[in-house]
């Protein structure tokens, strides 16, 4: 997008900042209402308008407009935590190319969107908006949609930048992260969207990361994102997220969103009067805005926003993102063995179909299940069960409770099959608050509980934007996760119900067992100021497995109508090393009677011991087509990427040399297939000589072992011994387990070295490390 087809050059947007004065320059930095960046007449400088995504187009028409529902009518694509679950770059290629063609037809420069937060905790109020716990998974979904939003000439903001995982105070609290989780958890999804995809912009968070705030944080906007990842497009700030206007301009964040009414603009023109150096960041600054604007304005194009059509897309979307959890056989239903159909949960007429806040669209049509069920032919009896929003008044609900309930049981009583459209209520999940528990409301868990003891048929159909428990997980015949689908969710789950859609979504997040599992069940919102992300890189999967712990549902589950085999997994090459590339390839076999597809997934497993690091890690997935009876290769290229950890010691990437595994398979938790691979890398670890430097580091490092082994041989050494007090009983092993520990000031005193040999000692052991 950035120097897009046809723009002004960069030399013409030069010429016109020469004619800017300061003044103009400062208005340029911040909004000139809620939607529009500031124009200038006198120059005929356009003001070009933002919406919101990232699952449809809210464009308000309002100025200054703060109310959530009053946007243009549009249409409700799947939110994010429903089209992760496809895992399917054609979808999102498809949403951005609609989304696009919507902003063009209402001339939006850019849209909102994606959002990527990873789901740290499954209680963020914001996770229906976010695509994953996984980084890699976030970073190349939202690449993908990235280019199809920009290929039609109108930018995205990828957001927000970063560690905005909860929304507990999400404009004061400090998110409190090591470097190595930040680079491998936190900024991996938008390291890989910024270098595959180049966003128009970036949407800074609300947050404070390790206690500055992310939009005034020069390593983040100008090291990490602009020098190191070569990001060349405008960093805006979220809405309100401005604490010190000036700090942000030197940070390198251009514009300011909404308006301050020029108030933070006049600052930071007072303090550029007597600031040179901050004049050279407001002309960076000004550079990249007039960069975005003109890139849209003059790219402008017709744009197709055609309703009808685009809900069929909606609806195709979310028919490869459902999520099939559970199924002993009952699904697809059969109208045959069916028999008659009790629909019970408000759910079934009125689906929760999107989340609340910012990303909020006003819909035309909803399709619901009910309707689009009976529209197919089959008998249903109708009870409302529980409301999809309970009264708020507790005797008031008690006693619907039981009204409902009653009336719910004596409709299934009549018929064969029970399905059961439960979900969260729209006030349990959404922008601006988290959820307190994991659980679905208790009345619908509860009759749920009393369905399934009628001894019928139960199928749960769940509305949901983030995991939910479920206590009758092993009561109810079948599970569908729909998530929150969009305006034509009724019909996607019409589809997949009926058969006439096989379901292939996978989970693109853990379904835990217990809230008190989660990674960061003891340190998630609940502190004022500090957020200590003490799991560190071992967020989603990456936890569960390290522990070795249960869960609902893994990460990368999903079932299909049909079945599929994986075999002969072949590696192009059984060794790599840095700038090389290495191909894996593995058959996939459909042995069931229907086509469907399938998710395949790869994942790397570090066998080397460099340092601490999760299990397995995925690197590669693909989803493919497989007709009945029939295989496919699927081939997945792998890099040092896909090896490597992030290393503070040498502030860049490293993947040690020596072997890891390659293991492929349709779940996190079902890897059938596993290769090893020989990595090589002439990359050192940095390794600082000092005195308090160990045996054990020294010995493991070619570099420095012989030197310190030299030592051992002239020396008679305590230490070799075992240290001062060794005895008889202590084992080889043992003894070089305890060297392990030691540093070199031991080795000086117990080996009696002298002053000078100590020296030399040190001297050769730097010399070596610096080579
Ligand atoms: C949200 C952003 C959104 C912006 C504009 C903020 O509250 O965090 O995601 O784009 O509002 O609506």
């Known amino acids: 997008m950035t120097g897009g087809f046809m723009s002004h050059s960069d030399s013409q947007i030069r010429e016109i900042m020469e004619k800017l004065t300061l003044e103009e320059k400062c208005s340029l930095l911040s909004g000139s209402d809620f939607w529009h960046s500031q124009p200038v007449e006198r120059l005929d400088i356009p003001a070009v308008m933002v919406s919101d995504g990232p699952h449809g187009l809210r464009k308000q028409d309002v100025e200054h407009s703060t109310g959530v529902n009053d946007s243009i009518q549009a249409v409700c694509f799947p939110a994010a935590c429903a089209t992760s679950a496809s895992f399917d770059r054609k979808s999102y290629a498809r949403l951005g190319s609609v989304l696009g063609d919507e902003c063009q037809a209402q001339g939006v420069s850019t849209l909102l969107g994606p959002a990527i937060n990873i789901k740290r905790s499954p209680l963020c109020g914001r996770n229906f908006e976010y695509i994953s716990e996984d980084p890699y998974l976030a970073g190349e979904l939202s690449a993908t949609y990235i280019n199809a939003v920009q290929e039609k000439h109108v930018g995205t903001s990828l957001k927000h930048f970063a560690l905005n995982d909860q929304e507990y105070r999400r404009l004061t609290n400090s998110s409190d992260c090591d470097e190595r989780t930040m680079r491998e958890i936190y900024l991996k999804g938008f390291e890989i969207a910024v270098r595959k995809s180049q966003p128009a912009t970036i949407m800074h968070s609300y947050n404070l990361i390790n206690g500055t705030y992310a939009g005034e944080n020069p390593w983040l906007i100008s090291d990490v994102l602009r020098k190191e990842w070569g990001f060349k497009g405008l960093v805006m700030s979220d809405w309100g997220a401005v604490s010190d206007r000036i700090a942000g301009v030197k940070a390198g964040t251009d514009l300011e969103m909404p308006s301050s009414d020029g108030i933070n603009d006049a600052k930071v023109l007072k303090a550029a009067k007597n600031d040179p150096e901050l004049v050279k960041k407001i002309d960076e600054c000004v550079f990249r805005i007039l960069r975005w604007i003109y890139d849209f304005e003059d790219n402008r194009q017709q744009g197709e926003f055609d309703i009808e059509k685009h809900h069929k897309i909606a609806r195709e979307i979310e028919e490869e993102s459902i999520v099939l959890l559970k199924n002993d056989g009952i699904l697809p239903l059969d109208p045959a063995t069916a028999g008659k159909i009790a629909v ?188 200590v992300y003490t799991e560190g890189v071992f967020v989603g999967y990456r936890w569960y497995d390290a522990r070795k712990m249960d869960v609902l549902f ?118 059938p297939l596993s290769a090893p691979v020989a990595f090589t890398t002439s990359v050192k670890l940095p390794l600082e000589i000092t005195l308090d430097t160990t045996c054990g580091d020294l010995l493991k490092d070619e570099r420095t072992k012989g030197i310190l082994n030299k030592v051992f041989e002239a020396t008679t050494s305590e230490i070799e011994n075992g240290g001062a007090n060794a005895d008889e009983a202590i084992t080889e092993e043992m003894k070089i387990n305890m060297m392990d520990a030691h540093p070199l000031r031991n080795v000086i005193s117990w080996s009696h070295l002298s002053e000078e040999l100590a020296e030399k000692m040190m001297a050769d052991l730097r010399r070596a490390v610096e080579k």
């Open 344 to 531: 019970i949960g408000e759910f079934a007429k009125k689906p929760r179909f999107q989340g609340g806040g910012s990303s909020h669209i006003n819909t035309k049509t909803v399709s619901n299940a009910f309707d689009s069920l009976e529209a197919y032919g089959l008998k249903l009896s109708y009870a409302k069960g529980f409301s999809a929003e309970p009264p708020k008044d507790k005797d008031l609900l008690a006693k619907e409770t039981v009204a409902l309930a009653d009336e719910a049981m004596k409709v299934a009583s009549g018929c064969d099959t029970i399905l059961v459209f439960a979900g969260l209520p729209d006030s349990f999940e959404s922008e601006g608050y988290d959820r307190k528990h994991m659980d679905l409301p208790e009345e619908q868990n509860e009759l749920i509980k009393k369905l399934c003891a009628t001894g019928k048929k139960v199928v749960v159909i769940l509305h949901n934007g983030s995991p939910v428990t479920m206590p009758w997980v092993k009561d109810v015949n079948a599970i569908l996760e729909l998530y929150l689908g969009g305006e034509a969710v009724g019909e996607a789950a019409a589809n997949v119900l009926t058969g006439r859609v096989n379901p292939s979504g996978k989970l693109a997040e853990t379904f835990p067992l217990r809230l008190e599992d989660t990674p960061s069940f003891l340190n998630f919102a609940n502190d004022k100021k500090h957020t």
């Open 554 to 671: 893994p990460f990368g589950f999903g079932l299909s109508y049909t079945s599929f085999e994986y075999s002969n997994l072949r590696l192009s090459k059984s060794s790599i090393s840095d700038g090389e590339k290495l191909t894996a390839t593995v058959t996939v076999s459909n042995t069931g009677k229907i086509d469907g597809k399938e998710i395949v997934q790869l994942y790397v497993s570090d066998k080397t011991e460099s340092t601490v690091r999760p299990k397995i890690e995925l690197k590669g997935f693909d989803k493919v087509f497989v007709p009945a009876g029939k295989s496919v290769d699927v081939s997945f290229e792998l890099d040092k990427s896909s090896f490597a950890w992030y290393s503070t010691d040498l502030q860049d990437w490293y993947a040690a040399s020596g072997e890891y595994e390659i293991k492929v398979g349709p779940s996190s938790r079902d890897l």
